[in-house]
């Protein structure tokens, strides 16, 4: 059984002799599709209400579309977990438009992770390597 945007299909049968395959097609409700329309429309009330900021109506009407957005997103989550879990991905996008990425070097873990020792990679003792080269006269632009 295939279930694709708003319709399952199951193959009944198939004829040995000709190949000729015989389908039954249920159409469901495209929840998935409904949730991405939902989210455009949140999106375009959002720009609208940015836009707008001297008019109430705009202001009320983005409130509730972000209202209506939720509900259905609550519904869903507890009465169709499994179309739930396909349309997740697409909710859990990041909303927060110019906030920037966390720039914090520790913002996820307490200790960094140095991946240059795990792969055999040793660090280099700057002042022990330009004594070795003889050659090469070395001069430091900027002080530490």
């Known amino acids: 059984m295939a279930d ?7 193959l009944k049968s198939t004829d040995p002799e000709t190949g000729k395959m015989t389908w039954s097609v ?3 409700a495209n929840y998935g599709e409904l949730f991405k329309e939902v989210s455009e429309l949140l999106d375009d009330a959002k720009q609208v209400a940015l836009k707008s900021k001297d008019e109430p109506f705009f202001q009320d009407y983005y409130k ?6 939720n509900s259905l997103r609550t519904y ?14 697409v909710d859990e ?5 110019a906030a920037g990425a966390y720039d914090t070097p520790f ?12 792969l055999g990679y040793k660090p280099v ?10 050659g090469i006269e070395v001069k430091q632009l900027f002080e530490k």
Not at 4 to 10: C, L, P, Y
Not at 64 to 69: A, G, N, P, R
Not at 93 to 97: D, I, L, R
Not at 107 to 118: C, E, I, M, R, T
């Open 4 to 10: 694709q945007g708003g319709f399952k299909t199951d």
């Open 26 to 28: 249920e159409y469901t």
């Open 64 to 69: 509730d579309v972000s209202k209506l957005k």
């Open 76 to 89: 869903l989550r507890n009465n169709h977990p499994d179309e739930y879990a396909k349309i997740k991905g």
């Open 93 to 97: 996008v990041s909303t927060s438009g």
């Open 107 to 118: 913002a996820f873990g307490k200790k960094p992770v140095n991946y240059y020792y795990k």
């Open 125 to 134: 003792n700057k002042k022990e390597l330009r004594k070795k080269a003889k």
